[in-house]
């Protein structure tokens, strides 16, 4: 069975957002990442500690704007291209 992550995106007092990382197991294991190349580093790190069976459930607080979502998605819509170019450019047998 999968570990749950849960990635919370808030937002900070001067309105620049970030994300909690919390590992559901652990009840004080929370990490905080302020971009998507912090996020994936935190979460593949924890996510070795399971063999990478791991499952992520995103939510946002109440005061995270429709602009910071928009962010995020980008964000992570750039994250996951760059990790597909990185699996095209290596050599498969």
């Known amino acids: 069975m999968a570990v749950i992550f849960e ?3 808030k937002s900070n007092p001067v309105g620049r ?4 990382l919390r590992d559901t197991s652990e009840e004080d294991r929370v990490e905080f990442c302020l971009d998507m ?3 994936a580093q935190k979460i593949e790190d924890m996510g070795a500690e399971y063999g990478g069976d791991i499952e992520v459930h ?3 607080d109440e005061n995270v704007t429709q602009q ?3 962010e995020v998605r980008i964000e992570i819509a750039r994250w996951e291209q760059q990790m597909q170019e990185d699996t095209d ?3 498969k047998f």
């Open 89 to 91: 450019g290596e050599m």
């Open 68 to 70: 910071q979502l928009n």
């Open 58 to 60: 995103w939510k946002a």
């Open 17 to 20: 957002w970030y994300i909690e």
């Open 7 to 9: 990635s919370l995106i």
């Open 37 to 39: 190349d912090e996020y």
